[in-house]
């Protein structure tokens, strides 16, 4: 095990640490002052970042081909990549009464899973399959899927995804009877390093009657289901 605290890290831990990938914690790592400046300001801010990546790459920002791309990719950071970062773009998770007295398993499976690594700032790629056990309340199946789009647009570790995707189920429905199965590529892996394009990453989370081996077991052959419908 690699000991991580947060003092910050210096270039022989880095290295040390190499092409583990690890997360410090279930939260996402925030500075307190990350929301100080507004979405605007930090496209104008980051367009430059990019711009001086670029230009040492030796890129000729003349081109027209690229002479977009800094403020192309600043947007994208901001609105669409990482757009889960701020709060004021978390998915109202609205509940209603359980009125038809559904008593089973509800799963949502399949949720496509775009997300990024927080470690090379590569794209993740996979599906999550999300299930609950209603206690009274039940959430619409969009709201789902959003909750999952909300914690992925950040740069994430699938373990901590799968994690905060369960606690935020857990806290819309007042229930622990909450699961999440996400299997995904990491393009870190797939496209550089080892660079096998064959393997995935599964992560799991049960939380209430899902620790429960017959309740975890239902749930597992139901995302097994085939749903090519045609």
């Known amino acids: 095990m690699f000991e991580v605290n947060s003092n910050k890290m210096n270039d022989d831990s880095i290295d040390e640490i190499g092409e583990n990938h690890i997360g410090t914690s279930a939260k996402t790592p925030l500075?307190?002052?990350?929301?100080?400046?507004?979405?605007?300001?930090?496209?104008?801010?980051?367009?430059?970042?990019v711009?001086?990546?670029?230009?040492?790459?030796?890129?000729?920002l003349t081109d027209d081909s690229?002479?977009?791309?800094?403020?192309?990719?600043?947007?994208?950071?901001?609105?669409?990549?990482?757009m889960g970062l701020n709060p004021k773009n978390k998915p109202e998770a609205s509940t209603f009464d359980n009125t038809y007295k559904y008593g089973e398993m509800l799963v949502e499976k399949n949720i496509i899973v775009y997300s990024t690594c927080e470690h090379h700032l590569l794209p993740i790629i996979?599906?999550?399959?999300?299930?609950?056990?209603?206690?009274?309340?039940?959430?619409?199946?969009?709201?789902?899927?959003?909750?999952?789009e909300y914690y992925a647009k950040r740069p994430?570790?699938?373990?901590?995804?799968?994690?905060?995707?369960?606690?935020?189920?857990?806290?819309?429905?007042g229930t622990q009877d909450v699961a999440c199965v996400i299997d995904?590529?990491?393009?870190?892996?797939?496209?550089?390093?080892?660079?096998?394009?064959?393997?995935?990453?599964?992560?799991?989370?049960?939380?209430g009657a899902f620790?429960?081996?017959?309740?975890?077991?239902?749930?597992?052959?139901?995302?097994?289901?085939?749903?090519?419908?045609?």
């Open 31 to 49: 500075r307190a002052d990350a929301f100080d400046i507004s979405d605007k300001e930090k496209i104008e801010k980051i367009q430059e970042s």
């Open 51 to 60: 711009r001086e990546i670029l230009e040492t790459l030796g890129m000729d």
């Open 66 to 82: 690229m002479q977009g791309t800094p403020k192309r990719v600043a947007k994208a950071f901001v609105n669409e990549l990482f």
């Open 126 to 148: 996979g599906r999550a399959h999300v299930a609950y056990i209603s206690n009274g309340k039940v959430i619409g199946l969009s709201k789902m899927n959003r909750i999952v």
């Open 156 to 173: 994430q570790v699938q373990e901590r995804l799968t994690m905060q995707v369960v606690q935020a189920m857990q806290e819309a429905l």
């Open 184 to 207: 995904a590529k990491h393009l870190c892996v797939n496209s550089r390093g080892i660079k096998d394009i064959e393997s995935s990453t599964v992560t799991a989370e049960f939380g």
């Open 211 to 230: 620790k429960n081996k017959e309740t975890k077991r239902e749930f597992l052959d139901y995302i097994k289901l085939n749903t090519d419908f045609q």
